[in-house]
């Protein structure tokens, strides 16, 4: 199974998702935002899926990607964006800088799971 890192600052939705994952066989890697999911890719460098929430304090979903997308040392990784957001033009900029998918809050736990097969499968 996969080592997926979820990012999110509420608390409770990183311990639903992470049952949810771990009772899929994945290991989970929580960051609290960007700034810190961050940080944990610059030191764990085995992540093969990211799931974001957009709204996030430090910094949020989408300058982490950009940040990304600059870092050279740190390998290109699947993102999920994660959020009640659902403003397209939200979709469209997600997009361009690189995310994947776009999973709506509230979470249903056999979408983000059917949603994680389909990108594994294809790396």
């Not at 992540?47 to 390998?75: A, F, H, K, Q, W």
């Amino acid at each position: 199974m996969a080592k997926i890192q979820i990012i999110d600052d509420s608390s409770t939705l990183r311990e639903v998702l992470r049952d949810v994952l771990e009772g899929a066989g994945h290991t989970v890697i929580e960051s609290i935002d960007g700034l810190d999911a961050y940080e944990t890719l610059k030191r764990i460098t085995d992540i093969e899926l990211i799931i974001s929430d957009v709204n996030m304090p430090r910094m949020d979903g989408l300058g982490l990607i950009r940040r990304l997308s600059e870092d050279t040392s740190i390998p290109k990784i699947p993102i999920f964006m994660m959020t009640t957001e659902v403003s397209l033009d939200l979709k469209t900029k997600a997009k361009k800088v690189g995310v994947v998918g776009w999973i709506v809050k509230p979470l249903s736990s056999q979408k983000v799971l059917d949603a994680i097969e389909i990108i594994l499968a294809k790396k």
